[in-house]
């Protein structure tokens, strides 16, 4: 098993070899979550080309099958019934406002689940957790050898330079 940049697992990176670590890794971090956004947006654009097709249809509906099918049913009830011809007329028209409702309740519900689509809410919530995670991450504390410790002069120049 190995680390990201290839270096063995448990083996002693350089502060460099970390740091080039801790890059790549938030930089996929936020590919990551910049494409989680773009799917998530795809899905709420189709949910609104679905009411908008649902609303067109009603739309064409109403426009074009409105003087055929006035006409038809029109004298279809005439024919049944033997009404007045206006009252026939008005039923025909009855009916074809009720298949354009019909049509335009099925868009209105396909408005109101776009209009709530939570793309942007969820990848926005995503990347706050990924920021608090990141902010409480803590370096792990490492034991002192002899080795390590730098000749005190070294040191008393580095904090005074600081």
Same mark, same amino acid.
């Given at each position: 098993m190995s680390a990201p940049d290839g270096?063995?697992?448990?083996?002693?990176r350089s502060i460099g070899q970390l740091f080039a670590s801790a890059t790549t890794e938030m930089s996929a971090l936020v590919h990551d979550e910049i494409a989680l956004a773009k799917a998530q947006l795809k899905q709420d654009v189709k949910k609104g080309a679905? +009411?908008?097709g649902a609303f067109s249809a009603a739309l064409m509906v109403l426009v074009f099958s409105l003087p055929m099918l006035s006409f038809a049913l029109a004298y279809g009830i005439r024919t049944w019934?033997?009404?007045n011809m206006a009252i026939c007329f008005l039923l025909s028209f009855a009916a074809n406002v009720l298949v354009a409702a019909v049509l335009a309740l099925i868009g209105t519900v396909f408005a109101k689940k776009a209009k709530k689509g939570k793309g942007p809410q969820k990848v926005a919530?995503?990347?706050?957790? +990924?920021a608090g995670v990141l902010q409480n991450a803590k370096p792990h504390p490492r034991q002192v050898t002899p080795g390590d410790r730098v000749p005190e002069a070294i040191e008393a120049v580095?904090?005074?330079s600081s």
């Open positions: 270096s063995p697992v448990g083996a002693e679905v +009411s908008g019934s033997h009404w919530a995503s990347v706050k957790e +990924s580095a904090r005074s």
